[in-house]
Nanobody, 116 residues
Framework: QVQLVESGGALVQPGGSLRLSCAAS????????MGWYRQAPGNRRDVVAR???????AYADSVKGRFTISRDNAKNTVYLQMNSLKPEDTAVYYC??????????WGQGTQVTVSS
């Protein structure tokens, strides 16, 4: 069983920065595609960024140039560096580990609130 534990969510002012972390256990971390998703109240859960096992990355258009996803396979951890935060970035952010449709796992989520 894979366990994902997110941390780093907080209240931040517009224009500020945050770094989210997701620590994984119970799996061979390096073979999984790791992703960050977010869900605001009343909205569906959408992908924010993904990083593949070979290090390639992909981002939602709304965060390109502001967010950076990275992974440290030695620490079984994936990060999301968020800069130039906007109020519309406010959401619960979820970590995802995906190998295939049978093996996909979610963390419990961490709240990010961007407000003055």
């Amino acid at each position: 069983q894979v366990q994902l534990v997110e941390s780093g969510g907080a209240l931040v002012q517009p224009g500020g920065s945050l770094r989210l972390s997701c620590a994984a256990s119970g799996t061979i971390f390096s073979i999984y595609t790791m992703g960050w998703y977010r869900q605001a109240p009343g909205n569906r859960r959408d992908v924010v960024a993904r990083i593949f096992g070979d290090g390639r990355t992909a981002y939602a258009d709304s965060v390109k140039g502001r967010f950076t996803i990275s992974r440290d396979n030695a620490k079984n951890t994936v990060y999301l560096q968020m800069n130039s935060l906007k109020p519309e970035d406010t959401a619960v952010y979820y970590c995802n580990a995906h190998l295939n449709t049978q093996y996909t796992y979610w963390g419990q989520g961490t709240q990010v609130t961007v407000s003055s």
